[in-house]
Structures are given as C-alpha cells and as structure tokens.
C-alpha cells in the first residue's frame, strides 16, 4: 500500500470523473484495490481539497462529481507548493540547494553523511544549503549525490 498524496488526489479524480461514485466507502474499496492507503476520514479531506461535491440527480440518486471547469480554482497541495522549492544551482566550485524553510539543516546532513568524495562539505541556514565540492568534481556527479539525498531536487539554470 502507498501513502504517496499526489497519486491518491489524481486517483480520486480519476474514479469520481468515470462516475458512478455514490459513497465514501465505495471509493475507498476501489483506492485499495489500487493500492493506496486511505481511510473515510482521509478521503473526505481529500474529497473537500479537491472541491469534489455529491449532488443529487432528479430521480434521487447522489453521485459525487468533478467541480465545473471555471467553477473553481483547484489550490495545488501543500506537496505540489514545496516541491517548486526543493532546487539546486551550481557555480563551480559550489552549489546552493534550495529548500521549503526549516528543512536545509536536515538536507545538509543527509548530504555529510553520505560522506562523498566529490564534496567536501556544507553549510546550512534555514531555507539554503551551500555545498562546497571537490576541485576536480563533476557537476553531473555532485548532482547524482545531492539526488541521493534529496530525490525530489531538481535543477535550476
């Protein structure tokens, strides 16, 4: 079973715009049965960030259905926010990682202790971190390292 958010909202989606969702309960068993951890409560959350709503049909039935497009602005997720933030810029011999705050004391860490020889060491503040690599280290391989440490980190030109 996965707990990955981001998969689980576009899951959602996914079965409430093929219809035929009338309970909570009935979307949980198909989420399961795709691997995703979810309890009711989990997916009412989910359901009211997604602006998902149950309406009722002229014979009676409730469906939950995707807002209208235009009706809403979906906000993107907390997850979707901070991944825009997790980035490294590179000039040689140094690189600067970029990170949500509070997080670049943990990522510098992580990257110490990998204990590479194509770093020699870094600095934390409270959103950055400043790796200062090896004379002779590769951009591509330094990248490669910090990817060990911070999967989510992208570059930023």
């Not at 997080?103 to 590479?116: C, G």
Request: aromatic share 6%; with cysteine; glycine share 6%.
């Amino acid at each position: 079973m996965t707990n990955d958010k981001k998969a689980r909202l576009q899951a959602i989606r996914n079965l409430v715009a093929t219809g035929g969702m009338q309970r909570q309960e009935q979307i949980v068993e198909l989420l399961a049965g795709q691997g995703f951890a979810c309890t009711q409560t989990m997916l009412s959350r989910d359901l009211k960030q997604l602006r998902i709503s149950k309406v009722r049909t002229k014979d009676g039935r409730q469906f939950y259905v995707m807002p209208r497009e235009g009706q809403f602005v979906t906000p993107p997720t907390k997850e979707e926010i901070n991944a825009a933030k997790w980035y490294v810029q590179f000039s040689a011999p140094m690189a600067v990682i970029h990170t949500p705050p509070g997080h670049a004391s943990l990522v510098a860490y992580d990257i110490d202790e990998q204990r590479s020889r194509h770093i020699l060491g870094t600095v934390a503040g409270d959103d950055t971190v400043l790796v200062v690599m090896a004379r002779d280290a590769d951009e591509d391989k330094v990248f490669a390292v910090l990817k060990e440490a911070v999967p989510s980190l992208k570059t930023k030109q």
